[in-house]
Nanobody, 128 residues
Framework: QVQVTESGGGSVQVGGSLTLSCAVS????????VGWFRQAPGKEREVVAA????????YYANSVKGRFTVSRDNGKNLVYLRMNSLRPEDSAVYYC?????????????????????WGQGTQVTVSD
C-alpha cells in the first residue's frame, strides 16, 4: 500500500509564500505521476499542478501559472509545491495524489481519476 503524505500548510498573508511537501512511500519506481489538487469550502476539487517525477514534465492550472512551481527530489521521493504571491482565493485544503510507475514527456490536464493514492490534505489559508 502506497502512502502519500502532505505537509507544509498554514496561514499566510496576501502576497506571501508557502511550500508544500508530498512524500510518496513507494520508492520502487523510477517515476511517479504526482498531482496537487485543492478544494475550497463549497467548491469542487480542482487540479493545481502535476508532474512526472521521472522526466520532470509539469502541468499548471491557469489560475496558478507563474506563481506556483512544482519540483522534486527523487532521491527522497519528495515533490514540492512552492506557492508565491498567494491570494485569498488560493485558500483551500491542498491534496497530493500519486500514481506510481508512470512517466511521460507531456502532462495534459489531469483529473482525480488519474491518481490511485491520495494524501489526507493540508490546509492553506491566505488572509488580507
Amino acid at each position: 500500500q502506497v502512502q502519500v503524505t502532505e505537509s507544509g500548510g498554514g496561514s499566510v498573508q496576501v502576497g506571501g509564500s508557502l511550500t508544500l511537501s508530498c512524500a510518496v512511500s513507494d520508492d520502487s519506481y523510477s517515476s511517479n505521476f504526482v498531482g496537487w489538487f485543492r478544494q475550497a469550502p463549497g467548491k469542487e476539487r480542482e487540479v493545481v499542478a502535476a508532474m512526472f517525477t521521472g522526466s520532470g514534465s509539469t502541468y499548471y492550472a491557469n489560475s496558478v501559472k507563474g506563481r506556483f512551481t512544482v519540483s522534486r527530489d527523487n532521491g527522497k521521493n519528495l515533490v514540492y509545491l512552492r506557492m508565491n504571491s498567494l491570494r485569498p482565493e488560493d485558500s483551500a485544503v491542498y491534496y497530493c495524489a500519486a500514481e506510481p510507475g508512470v512517466d511521460g514527456n507531456y502532462v495534459t490536464e489531469p483529473t482525480s481519476s488519474d491518481f490511485e493514492y491520495w494524501g489526507q490534505g493540508t490546509q492553506v489559508t491566505v488572509s488580507d
